[in-house]
């Protein structure tokens, strides 16, 4: 309709002249005469849109300068064709017309090219994987035959950025855009929103030459990585045949993109770039990238560990150890490292994160966050099946979270072990996941090399302008089965048949530069020798090498240690001056005048202040503060992440107010004094793995900052299980690497239900051996002070899993006084009886842990029981055994029993029952064993009956008090 009407309104003018109409329009619509302004302001949205690109009204040239905005000069078309703007009234109406409606239908083309183009794109170096042609790329969409493909269309401002021309025949219009879009990248990028990020794409990847770009130094850098990634591969087959090292043979191209990656980010300023990978290739990224000694890798290949001896540790398989080094690319100095990391694919992603953003906070760059770079690698199934590739990515632009950008490099193999990519994801890529945060996503065939270098320079250029995420999709093949003894013909034989004769990208790139005589084929050869002969002499080197030195306690680790046993003998002194805590309480119970708070945060703010004068009386949410705000003091940062964390899943916290008129946040931990270290709580998305993962990788990089992760309750911790089993647990022991994170998981039997009464206890106590952290299970608000300050007065750094509580937050006697946190106090691991109860008159000591000790006591003081001692088990690992002795001691002639709320087979029952015995033994206790008086084995944590709950618990509480 708009069309028509343009055409026919216009009566003798042409497109051309139309278009310049139109953009004076758009400028000032009284430029115009009155007829066209009526016209304009009658267009459909479509229509304008069309008429927009073709005047190059919405057009912008950001023109940031980057070397990769190469620029275009028609004469490299060879194609483009100059188009004559006819004037006004040189021809008929109807030519017009057909003239204006070839231009709007090419528009629209166009247009399709741009966003669908990456169908058509050659990106399978094998040749196996075809897709049936889009239409929509097809000028017979639009209406056109193949007779129109040599008349001349006028495009306007859309061919200038195209083609350097406004008109051309159509046929050479389709023909550019092949080029472009479908030769050996596929571009994804219609789907950005933001048109200055689509614009920046799509005139890099129109104007620059995808080939035309690398001089010779840069293609014979390329070759030479390409040599040593292929060549290194080469010298792992012949010298250690069948050894497992997931090979990156079929995927060499990956070396030169890091390269370019790292090169690229550190000339725009990066000067520190942490990695994140998985098995395929890793050995060859530690030598190739992280430059990790040959001779240390051949001496792991002979079965040698990577730590010194006198270093304690279990150690790791060499493909999923870490390293990290100081590269001098040309007078930039960047540190480079690459995270160790489980077999669990992709769970690495948020840790890498995390420490990407340690790392910007050190170096104060907390606004633009460009300085440290990310690097995420990903096997093609990995990326699309695992769940916390999506969790990560939709961390990426939230304040707390954001990196400045991460680049995802998938090595896209093309298959996951057996699997096929049919198997293996829905939808048009293994990367579809990406676009949901608006990442752009360059699909570049891995057989060309230069253009994979010239799209991974893109991606980090991406993400040094905007700081977001981009993807680099590198479609590549895996040359032998999934590891070294695998055989991959018994499932892929078609692909496998065409892989055995298939050359290397080394090969068909050498060729290449022989070719265009960029070198000969000697020195290809001199250059391949040569680099073999290098490892011919590390290997030989290996087999007395030793290395004398862990990488663990340097930089910011130095002045830490690791734990020795003595060190849990005695707690440290974590108490403060009762005048340094009344400095923090003061800042915690007032506002700023202006502030608008909420009355009933105005009374807890009142209490607070009571609380500080009296020096009794502080609760959970006090306790916690006060030991924040004694590091904050002190100057340790502390950062604080979970689901609503900031007021708190119960309404206790309160670190961050709100005014209630502005919604302006005010976070009265942050003014305690001048000079201070800040506190940061920030609410995460609704994630466990991720956030967990990333704050575990915030602790990687930050050994003096605490760092908190908090459950909405205790069990949503195991959707982030592999975080907890595979690196807090067991990270320090396999890799050499300590974390002194703080888990707070909302645990205890209060009637709520299955799932928000257990934060499953007895899964973290089954981890626990070889002192590798601290499982607490805290009843009083000092004893969590004292814990949470632990994590950083200590010389050494171990996670802390603690049992956090809920009604205790506002219970009448879980409370404590200023004094329990005061000068020369320290942590309890034991707390004992509290009552006058005589122990020599004891009939019965009832052993627990965490909140059912307030049922007990209740009950005990409600029933005057007083043969009837209560001690309470604060941290159960390390399990403290000299302080449970010292505590039971004096009463030698009591029956002990185990009370706890969770069912037997849950809880900490079976962790401390052989332990409990012992001690018993040891003080020569009347009884050989504890009793247990619990709810009974069950398959639920919990039931979802109040009542029923009311019930067993009542019912375990009298059994363990020895009443009916
Ligand atoms: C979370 C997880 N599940 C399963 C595995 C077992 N596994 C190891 S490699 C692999 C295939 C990975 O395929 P892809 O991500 O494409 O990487 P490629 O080996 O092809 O480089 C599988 C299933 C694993 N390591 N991690
Ligand atoms: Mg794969």
Redesign the pocket.
Known sequence: MGVEMIASALNGANAAFLADQYRRWVRDPGSVDQSFATLFDTLGDEDRAILGDTAGVTWKRDGSGLDLDVAFSPAESGQAIQGQVPQAGSASPEALHAALRDSLRAQRLVAAWRAKGHLAARLDPLGLRQRTPDPELDPAWYGFTAADLSRTVWLGETLTSLMGCESATLGAVVETLRTIYAGTAGVEYAHIADATRREWIRSRVEHAALHGWADIAARRTILQQLTEAEGFETFCAKRYVGVKR?GLEG?EITIPALHAIIGEAVTAGVGEVVIGM????RLNTLVNIVRKPFVAMFSEFAGASFKPDDVAGSGDVKYHLGSSTDLDLEGHVVHVSLQPN??????VDPVVAGKVRARQDAAGDTEARRSVLGIVM?????????GIVYETLAMSELSGYRTGGTIHLV???????T?NPCD?YSGLY?TDIARSIQAPVFHVNGDDAEAVVFFARLAAAYRQTFGSDAVLDIVCY?RHG?NESDEPAFTQPVMYKAIRTHETARTLYARKLVADGVLTEAEAQAGWDAFQEKMDSAYAAAQTYKPNKADWLEGCWSGLRPLSGADLADQPVTGVPAEMLRSVGAALSAVPGTFDVNPKIARQLAAKAAMFESGEGFDWATGEALAFGALLVEGHAIRLSGEDCKRGTFSHRHAVLTDQTTQAEYTPLNHVRDLQARIEVHNSLLSEFAVLGYEYGYTMAAPQTLVLWEAQFGDFANGAQ?IIDQFIAAGETKWLRMSGLVLLLPHGYEGQGPEHSSARLERYLQLCAEDNMFVCNLTTPANYFHALRRQIVAEYRKPLIVMAPKSLLRHRLATSTLAEMGAGTRFRPVLEEIDPIDPARTRRVVLCSGKVYYDLLAERRARKLEDVAILRLEQIYPFPERDLAEALKPYAGARVVWCQEEPQNMGGWQFVDRRIETVLRQVGNASDWPGYAGRMAAASPATGSARVHAEQQARLVNAALGVA
Do not use: K, W, Y
């Open positions: 997931f995927g998985p098995h395929r290739g489980p077999s669990h694919l992709e769970a990903h096997g093609d199934a990995a990326f699309a099946g695992q090595v896209n193999n093309q298959i996951g072990f699997t293996g293994g895996r999934h592999v």
